[in-house]
């Protein structure tokens, strides 16, 4: 099974910063990556598919970046709604698995 | 508008069953695959299950193998998730959420999940 690893796994920032956010698969899954963006209560919402591809209707400060095991997340101008945790997941093969996740708070 | 509404969810006690339903609306049903996602309490989220869109092929996590089985009844836009021999670990929030195919897809909807507490 594939295991992703999410760093750091606290993040803390303020408006107007730029964040960058890592997940590390456990072996090769080229470009079969998914960003999700959760608040608290709510189901988690796709922000970028195929590792970088922005889904229709999020902002594009949000991009994605990497291919086979490193891949990164990063929002260029941190907005107050963008405060929330982000998580990873691999759609290479099954099992598909997610990273631990990434809580990103207001410093 | 795609609608994807989880429900079943409650307090069961170890060892016994609960079935989840995922009403769909908003998309071709039939067409789809079909996912249950779990995350327990404060913690990350857990794939748990897939079926394709025509119910032929499916797959599951090691950690429900042998308890919990996938359905779906396109006539009626519905997944299931029957879920035996409940352990408290299995505690958690249960999301249904779809991808266009069943292979090398990733969820562009989700539901917003129903709660399933096992406790005794």
């Known amino acids: 099974d594939i295991q992703m690893t999410q760093s750091p796994s606290t993040l803390s920032a303020s408006v107007g910063d730029r964040v960058t956010i890592t997940c590390r698969a456990s072996?090769?899954?080229?470009?079969?990556l998914a960003w999700y963006q959760q608040k608290p209560g709510k189901a988690p919402k796709l922000l970028i598919y195929?590792?970088?591809s922005l889904q229709s209707g999020v902002p594009s400060r949000f991009s994605g970046s990497g291919s086979g095991t490193e891949f990164t997340l990063t929002i260029s101008s941190l907005q107050p709604d963008d405060f929330a945790a982000y998580y990873c997941q691999h759609y290479n093969s099954y099992p598909y698995s997610f990273g631990q996740g990434t809580k990103l708070e207001i410093e | 508008q795609v609608y994807l509404v989880e429900s079943g969810g409650g307090v069961v006690q170890p060892g016994r069953s609960l079935r989840l339903s995922c009403a769909a609306s908003g998309f071709s049903f039939s067409t789809y695959a079909m996912h249950w996602v779990r995350q327990a309490p404060g913690r990350g989220l857990e794939w748990v299950a897939v079926?394709?869109?025509?119910?032929?092929?499916?797959y599951y996590a090691d950690s429900v193998t042998g308890r919990f089985t996938i359905s779906r009844d396109n006539s009626k836009n519905t997944l299931y998730l029957q879920m035996n021999s409940l352990k408290p670990e299995d505690t958690a929030v249960y999301y249904c959420?779809?991808?266009?195919?069943?292979?090398?897809?990733?969820?562009?909807?989700w539901g917003r999940g129903t709660l399933v507490t096992v406790s005794s």
């Open positions: 959420a779809r991808t266009m195919i069943i292979a090398r897809d990733y969820f562009d909807y």
């Open positions: 072996q090769s899954i080229s470009s079969w």
């Open positions: 079926m394709s869109y025509d119910g032929s092929n499916k």
């Open positions: 195929k590792a970088s």
